[in-house]
T-cell receptor, first 112, second 114 residues
């Protein structure tokens, strides 16, 4: 699985968009980009995933660059409850172990 | 409500006293997995199961056992717990393990071994 690089921490004002970047320059053609978040030692929560097209769901949008070497998770209107550690994970859909490799993630602090 | 449940949520025990952490999912998922989370080490996979009666070791299986006799349950067994197994444990499930399906995580079990 390709390695990912994320900033250690970010701040965002409540009500504004939070843009969380992720670098995955060694991603392979069959690897998906997943985003999960973990709110204060709770179980990680799935947010969104994509292969090469931009994706949007009720929680967030995922923008993947054309060369697929980086992506951005967008929380359009951040709230205080979005304060969490956000993990960008790259994994092949045909994984033999189903394992998700969680790095250090980005700690997002949403401030009033 | 679709969910993964774990019991107990908190447990303090002593070295050598066998314990079982239960995990159950109500989504008819084929794939289930156990992780442990430790400060500075992130989440590491302990064991996983692609389907009933099919289990395999993850990255840190030493000191743990699992079984998958029913699709919904995937208990984690510590036959002789030691202090280095003090950790936060998460169970996860997904429709299939070898596909792009999202994984659902349980609320976690905080285990302390004295």
């Amino acid at each position: 699985d390709a390695k990912t690089t994320q900033p250690t921490s970010m701040d965002c004002a409540e009500g504004r968009a939070a843009n969380l970047p992720c670098n995955h320059s060694t991603i392979s053609g069959n690897e998906y980009v997943y985003w999960y978040r973990q709110i204060h030692s709770q179980g990680p929560q799935y947010i969104i995933h994509g292969l090469k097209n931009n994706e949007t769901n009720e929680m967030a949008s995922l923008i993947i660059t054309e060369d697929r070497k980086s992506s951005t998770l967008i929380l359009p209107h951040a709230t205080l409850r979005d304060t969490a550690v956000y993990y960008c994970i790259v994994r092949a859909g045909s994984s033999n172990t189903g394992k998700l490799i969680f790095g250090q993630g980005t700690t997002l602090q949403v401030k009033p | 409500e679709a969910q993964v449940t774990q019991n107990p949520r908190y447990l303090i025990t002593v070295t050598g006293k066998k314990l079982t952490v239960t995990c159950s999912q109500n989504m008819n998922h084929e794939y289930m997995s156990w992780y442990r989370q430790d400060p500075g080490l992130g989440l590491r996979q302990i064991y996983y199961s692609m389907n009933v009666e099919v289990t395999d070791k993850g990255d840190v299986p030493e000191g743990y056992k699992v079984s998958r006799k029913e699709k919904r349950n995937f208990p984690l067994i510590l036959e002789s717990p030691s202090p280095n197994q003090t950790s936060l444990y998460f169970c996860a499930s997904s429709r299939r393990g070898n596909s792009y399906n999202e994984q659902f995580f349980g609320p976690g079990t905080r285990l302390t071994v004295l």
